[in-house]
């Protein structure tokens, strides 16, 4: 059975930084592209990023571009994202995503979410 | 970016209704690269449809998907209680990958 388990999400203070992860199971984890999608309160969704299997692609959108960086482990089964110079706007529930058919795809299986909040 | 703009906002139908919510994108997407999304509330998003017309493992046959160029449709035949949800269209024929506001199915 595929499960994606988040973690790592928290307040923190504008201009801080924040670390989540999302741990793997049930699946060759090397072999498929990740994803993180992000749900503002009471928003729809947004891609954020996206990795390949060997870690040696990454994609961004615009809006988290120079702040955000995915990463990978795979001998851990671990999807990483590093979030710097965190915004108001970044306030949401991160969502870990399988990827299929390459990075830029639509997602199969999601975790349950980790919820960052940006405040001062 | 591609635009994808979700019709109606909210949908207010009785079960064993059927449901026809659209998508429609600022520019032609290929079909392969169109697909739909659940969402029940304090749940992760659900693959319900990919390839504009595939089902994912798991969906029943009520749930249809349809459409090309800029209009795409998913269709839910007969309303059962657990498809009172949110459902979201996403594309990814041309990066970044964007996802329509959502169209929220209410019990009416």
């Known amino acids: 059975e595929v499960q994606l388990l988040e973690s790592g999400g928290g307040l923190v203070q504008p201009g801080g930084s924040l670390r989540l992860s999302c741990a793997a199971s049930g699946f060759t984890f090397s072999g498929y592209a990740m994803s993180w999608v992000r749900q503002a309160p009471g928003r729809g969704l947004e891609w954020v990023s996206g990795?390949?299997?060997?870690?040696?692609?990454?994609y961004y959108a615009d809006s988290v571009k120079g702040r955000i960086t995915i990463s990978r482990d795979n001998s851990k089964n671990t999807l990483n994202l590093q979030m710097n110079s965190l915004r108001d706007e970044d306030m949401a529930i991160y969502y870990c995503a399988r990827t299929l058919a390459g990075v830029i795809s639509y997602f199969d299986y999601w975790g349950q979410g980790t919820l960052v909040a940006v405040s001062s | 970016e591609i635009v994808l703009t979700q019709s109606p906002g909210t949908l207010s139908l009785s079960p064993g209704e059927r449901a026809t919510l659209s998508c429609r994108a600022s520019q032609s997407v290929t079909s392969s690269y169109l697909a739909w999304y659940q969402q029940r509330p304090g749940q992760a998003p659900r693959l319900l449809v990919y390839g504009t017309s595939s089902r994912a493992t798991g969906i029943p046959d009520r749930f249809s998907g349809s459409g090309s160029g800029t209009d795409f449709t998913l269709t839910i035949s007969r309303l059962e209680p657990e498809d009172f949800a949110v459902y979201y269209c996403q594309q990814f024929d041309i990066s970044p990958i964007t996802f329509g506001g959502g169209t929220r199915v209410e019990i009416k």
């Open positions: 990795i390949s299997g060997s870690g040696s692609s990454t």
